[in-house]
T-cell receptor
Framework: DVKVTQSSRYLVKRTGEKVFLECVQD?????MFWYRQDPGLGLRLIYF???????EKGDIPEGYSVSREKKERFSLILESASTNQTSMYLCASRISSYNEQFFGPGTRLTVL | SQQGEEDPQALSIQEGENATMNCSYK?????LQWYRQNSGRGLVHLIL?????REKHSGRLRVTLDTSKKSSSLLITASRAADTASYFC??????????FGAGTRLFVKA
């Protein structure tokens, strides 16, 4: 089975801190995604990567950056965390653009 | 990329009943994917139906696809309390970006 893991299930950070969320997949998938999910707003795409070192902005990239130095790992970086970035963050991967996505368990981030 | 629109927004049924959810989309697709999200198991892929398929089964799930009407339906037979979740359809045309809609929230009462 495909496994997508995220570095933390719960995280509490302070405003202004730099935050790293890590995602690792074990199935050699080309594409990887970062979403955030908020009540009433659904799942929104922050960034996706279609290959190593390649990235594209999603719908809400402001305040975030990403890094994909190795195929299996996709990191989401909050350069200076703010309270409006308190959310559930979901990572996903898939083999290619015609395939289904596999999601990690999510990281619930609270920024105080 | 395009977003699927699920209908109804919410559905409440008794355990043992069947649940049907519908999805509509706007442009041509390569396939359509259904996902489920609940608090216990997170967001998981359920079934993928290709544009040249009309019906697909997986356990208690039955998915239909009508490309002429740009619509799909997900039927869950003999629902269980554990089926309580949000269900999302994702039309896929092969683009890099995928968009999840608001989903259908299913409540199965024991």
């Amino acid at each position: 089975d495909v496994k997508v893991t995220q570095s933390s299930r719960y995280l509490v950070k302070r405003t202004g801190e730099k935050v790293f969320l890590e995602c690792v997949q074990d199935m050699d998938h080309e594409n990887m995604f970062w979403y955030r999910q908020d009540p009433g707003l659904g799942l929104r795409l922050i960034y996706f990567s279609y290959d190593v070192k390649m990235k594209e902005k999603g719908d809400i990239p402001e305040g975030y950056s990403v890094s994909r130095e190795k195929k299996e790992r996709f990191s989401l970086i909050l350069e200076s965390a703010s309270t409006n970035q308190t959310s559930m963050y979901l990572c996903a991967s898939r083999i290619s653009s015609y395939n289904e996505q596999f999601f990690g368990p999510g990281t619930r981030l609270t920024v105080l | 990329s395009q977003q699927g629109e699920e209908d109804p927004q919410a559905l409440s049924i008794q355990e043992g009943e069947n649940a049907t959810m519908n999805c509509s989309y706007k442009t041509s697709i390569n396939n359509l994917q259904w996902y489920r999200q609940n608090s216990g198991r997170g967001l998981v892929h359920l079934i993928l139906i290709r544009s040249n398929e009309r019906e697909k089964h997986s356990g208690r799930l039955r998915v239909t696809l009508d490309t002429s009407k740009k619509s799909s339906s997900l039927l869950i037979t003999a629902s269980r309390a554990a089926d309580t979740a949000s269900y999302f359809c994702v039309p896929n045309a092969g683009g890099f970006k995928t968009i999840f809609g608001a989903g259908t929230r299913l409540f199965v009462k024991a």
